[in-house]
């Protein structure tokens, strides 16, 4: 009962709403209904910046606007945006507060997406050292092996699915060595990440829902499990560390350990799935990159920009405060569309050209910026161009066979589905 009333009250009501605001062509409630089906959610970000900077709708203001995201996001003035901080009346939020499931959820507190200083300070550098670029780069080599293991698994094979057999893998195997799970758990935990991810979407059915929290139970357990295992016989890796340091109490270690492995492997899948699509859609910048692979890298933030692999964030203001001319009042919030911020024409030209040598693509806001910048960004950059270019040398004939498909979320964007002809791989052409 008490998960029904949380999933009436975060979901089912909203998503009638939103129903019928889509209807009526209010576009951002047509990119939270997915009414586009995950084909093209830009062109409703478009719609809203051509309406101002900062739109106000009856629920939140929403931007697509590059300068007015990146402003909030680092503004000290706007926190996140928890379920029980919503705009909702007082009898609403206090059976939001009765109703809490108590379970390690990413969107929820004490996750460190969701907290704010000095709480979030205090758990990023727990962590933060993990995933610096220096930290990161140590990773290369170990990146490099497991591709190619995978990509000699699928050189086996006439025909695969490029997400199932190779881009879901490779982010599980890499974020679990890097908390110290079993390599056998690996399938437990994609299962779990998969049924887990939906909750960051607004208005999923009662179904999806009760899926998803049945998802972040299991994960909670096998995570609690986890943790005691370390703590009995303590690895070389960073949750192992903090298992045993004691600064953290269980809740926010659990909470910790759950984000990042989600945030690790739900993400990247889509940086590399939708980065295949942008290339098979553009085979001249496939071209330039097989003739020029030191242009991957910059080929990555090209494919993040273009496509975001995350679609949007919210934040709260903490106090009354203006931003683009427009008074938000303390406690409203924004839904700062990254996404189509990346296609802002006032900071990038022609966005919706795919443009791996286009000299600014870095700036893009896929990976958020300000306190909460995405933690593994470095990693899931270097996870991107390892497996991309190795994927295109290895095969140099590959090719799609048959019709890839979208995942049906919103702000996870991605597919679940690329089947591709491999043809025959490279070393046994020049053989
Ligand atoms: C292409 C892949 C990825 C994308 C597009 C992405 C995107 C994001 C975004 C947009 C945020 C911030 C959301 C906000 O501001 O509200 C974020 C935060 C975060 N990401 Fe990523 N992410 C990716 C990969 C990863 C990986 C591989 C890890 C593994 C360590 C990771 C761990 C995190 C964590 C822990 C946070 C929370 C940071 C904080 O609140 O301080 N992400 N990510």
């Known amino acids: 009962m008490k998960s029904w009333i949380r999933w009436a009250i975060l979901h089912g009501v909203p998503s009638i709403y939103l129903g019928r605001r889509a209807r009526r062509g209010e576009p951002l409630s047509e990119i939270l209904t997915n009414s586009h089906a995950g084909q093209n959610p830009y062109q409703f970000g478009d719609r809203i910046r051509a309406q101002g900077r900062l739109v106000r709708t009856p629920v939140t203001w929403v931007t697509a606007d590059y300068e007015v995201c990146r402003t909030i996001l680092r503004d000290k003035n706007f926190g996140t945006t928890p379920p029980d901080a919503l705009n909702l009346p007082r009898p609403i939020l206090r059976l939001l507060r009765a109703t809490d499931l108590k379970l390690a959820n990413p969107v929820e507190p004490p996750s460190m997406l969701m907290v704010d200083p000095p709480e979030h300070t205090r758990y990023r550098k727990l962590v933060a050292q993990e995933f610096t670029p220096r930290a990161v780069g140590r990773l290369h080599d170990r990146i490099v092996e497991v591709t190619d293991e995978l990509l000699a698994g699928l050189a086996a094979r006439p025909q695969a699915d490029l997400i199932t057999d190779f881009a879901r893998l490779l982010p599980v195997a890499i974020i679990c060595e890097i908390l110290g799970v079993p390599r056998q758990d690996q399938d437990y935990m994609l299962e779990l990440g998969h049924a887990g991810a939906p909750l960051l979407d607004v208005g999923i059915s009662w179904r999806t829902f009760r899926t998803a929290i049945a998802a972040l139970r299991a994960s909670e357990e096998f995570v609690a499990g986890h943790i005691a295992r370390l703590r009995a016989d303590p690895g070389d890796n960073i949750l192992s560390e903090l298992a045993v340091s004691g600064s953290l109490t269980m809740p926010e270690l659990k909470a910790i350990a759950t984000l990042v492995a989600g945030a690790g492997f739900e993400t990247t899948v889509n940086l590399l799935g939708n980065g295949m699509m942008a290339l098979h859609d553009h085979p001249d910048q496939l071209d330039l990159l097989r003739a020029e ?117 919103v702000n996870l964007r991605g597919y679940q589905r690329i089947p591709a002809v491999l043809g025959l791989p490279a070393a046994s052409r020049t053989a």
Not at 331 to 359: C, K, M, Q, W, Y
Not at 383 to 403: I, K
Request: aromatic content about 6%.
């Open 293 to 409: 692979p030191d242009r991957w890298p910059a080929a990555i933030e090209e494919i993040l920009r273009f496509d975001s692999p995350v679609q949007l964030t919210s934040r709260t203001a903490l106090s009354d405060t203006e931003i683009a001319g427009q008074p938000i009042g303390g406690g409203e919030s924004v839904a700062l569309l990254l996404g189509s911020a990346n296609r802002d024409p006032a900071v990038f030209a022609d966005p919706g050209a795919f443009d791996v040598t286009r000299v600014n693509a870095r700036e893009h806001l896929s990976f958020s910026s300000g306190v909460h910048a995405c933690l593994g960004a470095s990693l899931a950059r270097m996870e991107g161009a390892v497996a991309l270019s190795a994927l295109y040398e290895r095969f140099p004939e590959l090719r799609l066979a048959g019709t890839a498909e979208r995942r049906g979320l």
